[in-house]
């Protein structure tokens, strides 16, 4: 009961509610490769979650790309070349 209220009162604070969702989301700061639907593919580091919940990834030059929930198709942890 004592999650479901707190859980509950996370609903009133959007900030507090992203906060809790982006700590639950294990792949972040994660080198990932997501295929997207309906076609594609984009590699980068898992950097955040932004304010409508879509995964943000940074490639390594810096560009941002915000994948929506609905458009990914799967995800894989991966090694960069780099590391």
Do not use: N
Request: proline share 5%; hydrophobic share 35%.
């Amino acid at each position: 009961m004592r999650h479901l209220r707190t859980s509950g009162a996370a609903l009133d604070d959007p900030d507090r509610l992203l906060e809790d969702y982006s700590a639950a989301c294990a792949q972040l700061d994660e080198d990932v490769a997501v295929r997207l639907l309906p076609s594609g593919t984009f590699r980068g580091r898992a950097v955040g979650i932004d304010e409508s919940c879509s995964l943000v990834l940074e490639s390594r030059t810096g560009l941002r790309e915000r994948v929506p929930v609905g458009s990914l198709a799967s995800l894989e942890i991966y090694s960069s070349p780099d590391a």
